[in-house]
């Protein structure tokens, strides 16, 4: 157990808000909700990447940053124009 | 039947199913230690064997790949089902060409700031750059054709919540999608009857491997990779296609 | 690790009810996201990076992508219907 | 009861997704369902081929021979996740049409189907 998988440990706790956020109340709630989560765990990714010393692993993350990021602006726009 | 009994009769199952479960669940090993010689075997083997450091990836395209060629297939015809369920009729297409212009049955068109609009175009390239790099990199980090081509096939919508409609329209209606989906699944078929043609089994890895680490490494692993990437970037762009097809005619109608 | 696998876990099962119990289509779209998030964290905590990255792209993207388009297209028929039932 | 807890969580999650499509009252509310029913798979496969300590199969930073995880059933789980979306694919494009032919979108409506 390294610093950055004791800190990835710590930080997934804040995943229990973010359910709250995600799973309740109205869309727009929910969509700030996934956002939220989409960056806690891009973090929690690099952390455990760090931690696990395998540092190919860096894909993830990087792939996830981008993909929430465009992602949470195509629901943001349908949920505008079309829900 | 009625929705209380309906329930009733599921919690009574789910009951019973779940005591047997469990019950069973109790006496596997525990979870912790597996025990099984394959998975130890392959994850030994495979390095040396085949010259791919991404020993899921080598099980996937070489060791499992006839199964992989099936399921290859069932996106074929899953997506071939799409296109059947979802294509326009005839008498359909004629009412929405003689339908006048509705403009309160669309939300109003709200607008859209600039900074989305040059962010989504900038990120466009970026997304298709970094797909295809997922997608060709399978054989050494994680990676692969199927997750490299759903990246490519998600990237057209950036367009279309850019409003730069006219884009979206021609990339994704292009006839050359539906080749590529062709292309991809044939290509598949095609390697592994390659290696009848040599003499030996099917789908047997028969290009030279290469150096272990080396981005044209592993034989057909990267091969087959790149083409599932290609079946399946045709294969989502071509969904993504049929479900928008109304919303696009009728978006057109209103613009003109 | 353990722990955060386990913690992990424990919140998947706890959302997968929550989910199931939603009854607007749209909300369960969002929580669905949140769901496929989740999945790819437990993943790779669980050694299985591969697996997640394509829970990456298919859990978190291509799945509420899909089924946020069928919602579109199942509502715009309806109003669609709706403009034609008031004009006749 | 630790010694066996993804077992556990598989089995809650299969019995969650198959109350959600027992009560749905929306097409597309059982299709949810379905995906969250079959991750139920996931977590059984992961529980099977994971081993304490053990590495990730992937040999692009590390030297073949330490200890690793099954990439077996990663793999299955692989074809699972791909299986997934292609099911759901289609199942929606159904969901749609049955919505366009009947107008409706709620299981028990579907009767104008029966033979």
Known sequence: MNPWLLTATVAGASLIPCAFACLRGSPER?????????????????????????????????????????????????????? | MTRKHRLLLFLIGAIGAGFVYCAGAGNMPPWTQYRGPYGDVIAGLAVFQRHATDTVNAITYDYRGFDTLG????????????????????????????????????????????????????????????????????????????????????????????????AFRRIVSHPFVELLEGFGAAAYALIGLAALAVGVPFLTNI???????????????????????????????????????????REKNQED | MMILGTGLLTLIAVSAFIIVRTDDVTNQLLGLGFYGLLFALMFFVFQAPDVALSQITVGAIALPLMIMLAITRMKHREAVNRAGKKRS | MLAHYPYYI????????????????????????????????????????????????????????????????????????????????????????????????SPDDLRYMRG
């Open chain 2, 207 to 249: 290009l030279p491997l290469g150096t272990t680490g080396n981005v044209f490494s592993s034989g057909t692993i990267a091969l087959i990779s790149a083409c599932v990437g290609i079946e399946v970037t045709a294969a989502f762009t071509l969904v993504i296609f049929e479900y928008l097809r109304e919303i696009l005619s």
């Open chain 2, 71 to 166: 399921e290859e297939f069932m996106l074929f015809s899953a997506v071939t089902g799409v296109m059947l369920l979802l294509r326009p009729e005839k008498d359909e297409k004629d009412a929405s060409a003689k339908e006048p212009r509705n403009p309160a049955s669309f939300r109003d068109r709200a607008a859209l700031s600039e900074t989305v609009q040059v962010f989504t175009t900038a990120v466009f390239g970026l997304w298709v750059l970094f797909g295809i790099y997922i997608g060709t990199h399978g054989q050494l980090t994680p990676g692969g054709g199927f997750q490299g081509g759903v990246i490519i096939a998600a990237a057209p919508m950036l367009l279309y919540i850019a409003e730069n409609t006219d």
């Open chain 1, 30 to 83: 929910r969509l700030v909700g996934l956002e939220m989560t989409g960056i806690i765990v891009v973090i929690l990714l690099i952390l455990l990447t760090i931690g696990y010393g395998r540092l190919p692993f860096i894909d993830m993350p990087l792939s996830l940053a981008l993909l929430s990021f465009g992602a949470g602006l195509v629901f943001a726009r349908f949920l505008e124009k079309h829900l």
């Open chain 4, 10 to 105: 598989a089995a809650w999650i299969f019995l969650c997704g198959l109350y959600g499509i027992v009560r749905s009252r929306h097409l597309v509310h059982t299709v949810i369902s379905l995906t969250i029913l079959q991750t139920s798979t996931y977590v059984l496969l992961l529980a099977i081929g994971f081993r304490k300590g053990g590495y990730a199969p992937i040999f692009a930073d590390i030297h073949p021979g330490v200890v690793t995880v099954d990439p077996i059933v990663q793999a299955l789980m692989l074809t699972d996740v791909v299986v997934e979306a292609t099911v759901v694919a289609l199942l929606l494009a159904m969901v749609v049409k049955a919505h366009e032919k009947g107008g409706t979108t």
